[in-house]
Structure formats: C-alpha cells, structure tokens
C-alpha cells in the first residue's frame, strides 16, 4: 500500500514539474529581453500585421476575405493574450502586430490610390508617339474623351454600296394593310430599326399624311417581296445617292429603275397605285433616305 501512494506522489510530482516546463509554472519568472528575442518578435508583428493590413485594405474578394478570417482565428495562437503568461517579448510582438497593421492599411489604401506601378501619362504619351500616333491621336487615347461623330457616322453609312434588312423585319411588317392606322404603321417600322425606320423617319416629315401610309407600304412590298429566310437586301443604294432631286419625273424614274431588279418594281407599282405629282414627291423622300 506504502508503495502504491509512493508511486502516486512521484506521478504527480511528474506533471507538475512537466507543467512548468511548458508554461513556465505560475512562480516562473518572465524571460528576458535580449536583442534575438526583441528582433524576433518585432519581426513576427512586423510580418502578420502587413499581410493583413495590406490584404484589409487592397481588395474586397469574398475568397481572401475567408483568409483574413482564417489568420485572424490564428492570432491568439501565434501572439498569445494571456495576461497570466505575458512577458517582455510577447508585449514586444504584440505591439508591433498593431503598429505594423496599421502601416499595412495604409499602404494599401496608397496603393489602390495612386497605383504607382502603372505607368505614367507621360510614359503612355511616349509609346504611343513612339509606334506612330500624333501628340493628339496619343492624348485622345490616354485620355479616353474621344466623342463619337453620330453626323459622320451616318453620312459614312450612306456610302454603303447595299444595305442589308433582315428577314425577321419583313416578317413583322408583313401583317399591315392598307387599312392599318398611319400612326400604327409608323410605329411598326420605326421597331424594326435600321433602313425601315429611315422610311418611317423621312416619309413622317417629307410627306403629306394621306400618302404616308401608301408610301410605307410602297417600299415594303418593293424589298420584302421574297420567300427566302435569308436577309434581303436593298442594293446599289450608292446609284440612288447618286441621283439628283431636281431631275424630272421621266429621268429620276429611269435613273431609279437602272439601280435594281426590287427598285424597277418600286417603280412599277408607284406608277399604278400613284399620280404623277405624288410619285416625285415620293421618290424625293426616298432619295433623303440614302443622303
């Protein structure tokens, strides 16, 4: 039995001599400061307190946001906030994880700010002169304020030598009659967009409102005359631009029915379903069209 409580007492003076080895005991006196344990523990602050401070302030992604989670749990494990076992060197650490924390999240916030390893304006201005560009091609690039010129634009699409209506467009204007209101009608051509809405655009200002309709439908028959499920398309829109406004009837009705198998039926049907007053207003409005 003496022998038993012998053993015991051993094992218990055991564990507590191995329990002051790990945590120094709770008489243990704190380590001292040397200049090692001082760097090192700057050094450890100085590391985790950048990568989070700079991974706080550069970036918002949900992926890295986790990461700051993560080494965030670690910090109690890697600094240590017990007040019980604080020493010099921990007080050392942990000053220097705030200090350099900060300073992370300040460079970060200047690096988003300024982004100083871009290149400058003045070293894209050289490049691009370098390869060829004017000092204002170079500024107009760098700069990004090049407005869009919508007037050269559409005179520039005028020159086209065809223009292209897809089918799809022919199938929604398909279903008007002559019966159908003006406005409506209008309205049907102006959704398709592109040449249709040119019609709609010129033949609502150029023509007097009892034509409107019979114009609109005038054209449609012209080119939305085929079976086939490939775009149609309007040709030699270049010899239409090409005629003069002031021709008279006879001439602008030759010059028109030259351009085009689909522009000789516009002809044709014009020249049975309108005067001869109305049809040259017409073909003026169409003439506006292509300008």
């Given amino acids: 039995m003496e022998e038993n409580d012998s053993k015991v007492g051993s094992i218990i003076e055991t564990f507590q001599s191995g329990s002051q080895l790990i945590t120094g005991g709770e008489n243990a006196e704190p380590r001292k400061m040397t200049f090692l344990n001082a760097f090192s523990a700057i050094f450890n602050g100085l590391g985790i307190g950048l990568l989070l401070g700079i991974l706080l302030s550069t970036t918002l992604s949900p992926v890295v946001s986790g990461v700051i989670a993560t080494v965030s749990s670690l910090l109690a494990v890697l600094i240590g906030l017990n007040e019980k076992y604080l020493d010099p060197v921990k007080s050392l650490r942990i000053g220097s994880f705030g200090l350099f924390t900060v300073a992370g999240i ?139 406004p002031k021709f008279s009837l006879e001439e602008m009705e030759t010059q028109i029915s030259a351009s085009g198998e689909n522009w000789k039926n516009l002809i044709l049907m014009a020249q049975s379903q309108f005067s001869e007053s109305e049809r040259l207003q017409i073909y003026k409005a169409i003439l506006k069209v292509f300008e």
Avoid: H
């Fill in 106 to 244: 300040i460079a970060g916030l200047y690096l988003r700010a300024n982004n100083p390893f871009a290149p400058t304006l003045k070293d894209k201005m050289e490049e691009y002169k370098s390869i060829g560009f004017s000092d204002e091609e170079a500024r107009n690039l760098i700069i990004g304020f090049i407005k869009s010129d919508t007037s050269k634009a559409q005179r520039e699409a005028s020159l086209l030598y065809s223009t292209i209506v897809n089918s799809s467009d022919c199938d929604v204007l398909y279903y008007m009659t002559a019966e159908t209101p003006v406005p409506e009608m209008v309205n049907t051509f102006r959704s398709t967009e592109g040449i249709w809405r040119k019609f709609a655009d010129t033949f609502q200002t150029e023509l007097p409102d009892e034509m409107k309709g019979k114009s609109l439908l005038l054209v449609r028959d012209s080119f939305c005359n085929s079976s086939s499920s490939e775009p149609y398309t309007i040709s030699n829109t270049e010899k239409i631009k090409a005629i003069n």
